[in-house]
């Protein structure tokens, strides 16, 4: 289970923007987010860049002018140039994986659903060619070194839910549906997921 209440209400505006990445995330604990990822899931707009055409001060230019308007604007711009998808730049949430994620976790809320839903997935894509993943990382669904097909992607997102828990992965996943329809405040989200954890603590494991 995701520790503490803010985790659901971060989720729930990364749906808002992409369906189904809150299920994605939950479902696959573990996987790199990088700097790119939280600029597209409206986690950050601005990214720190250590490359120096981007920092404040040679946005500002030579007329070294610090007031609100000029720092603003200049914090504008570099947000239109790191809003641009670098591919040398590290990122997870590709606009394929991002097509991907919402065609199988979508509005799903049910761990039923979503595996039904891989498992279509990669049977419609068994006939692509697969890329060539290393065996020892049957897990990886970070940035990838070779092109990555939709079946490789379905495969390695079932591999992550099979290894997982199914009793947290149903408890989370409902605590996430709970705070989305309710639009819970962190408090109600704090409280609600108490509550589920003293429940859970009172039965045994099996």
């Known amino acids: 289970?995701?520790?503490?209440?803010?985790?659901?209400?971060?989720?729930v505006s990364c749906n808002k923007k992409h369906p189904g990445v809150a299920q994605y995330l939950?479902?696959?604990p573990g996987v790199p987010l990088y700097a790119a990822d939280a600029m597209r899931l409206g986690l950050a707009q601005?990214?720190?860049?250590?490359?120096?055409?981007?920092?404040?001060?040679?946005?500002?230019?030579?007329?070294?002018r610090w007031d609100y308007?000029?720092?603003?604007?200049?914090?504008?711009?570099?947000?239109?140039?790191?809003?641009?998808?670098d591919p040398s730049e590290p990122?997870?949430?590709?606009n394929d994986r991002?097509?991907?994620?919402?065609?199988?976790?979508?509005?799903?809320?049910?761990?039923e659903h979503i595996v039904f839903n891989l498992e279509t997935f990669k049977a419609k894509h068994s006939s692509t060619p697969s890329s060539t993943v290393p065996k020892s990382s049957p897990y990886h669904l970070g940035p990838m070194d070779t092109p990555e097909t939709p079946y490789d992607w379905a495969n390695k997102a079932l591999c992550f839910i099979h290894g997982l828990p199914p009793t947290a992965l149903k408890v989370s996943l409902e605590?996430?549906?709970?705070t989305q329809v309710h639009?819970?405040?962190?408090?109600?989200?704090?409280?609600?997921?108490?509550?589920?954890?003293?429940?859970?603590?009172?039965?045994?494991?099996?």
């Open 91 to 94: 990122c997870t949430l590709t």
């Open 26 to 28: 939950l479902c696959t």
């Open 1 to 11: 289970l995701p520790a503490h209440g803010g985790h659901y209400r971060l989720l």
């Open 175 to 178: 605590l996430l549906r709970r």
């Open 69 to 85: 308007h000029t720092v603003a604007e200049a914090l504008m711009h570099a947000q239109d140039v790191l809003a641009g998808q």
């Open 183 to 206: 639009d819970l405040s962190l408090s109600e989200i704090l409280r609600l997921e108490f509550r589920a954890l003293m429940r859970m603590l009172r039965r045994h494991d099996f």
């Open 46 to 64: 601005l990214r720190v860049s250590d490359q120096p055409e981007l920092t404040i001060k040679e946005l500002l230019g030579a007329t070294g």
């Open 98 to 111: 991002l097509r991907w994620i919402e065609e199988c976790f979508g509005v799903e809320m049910d761990l």
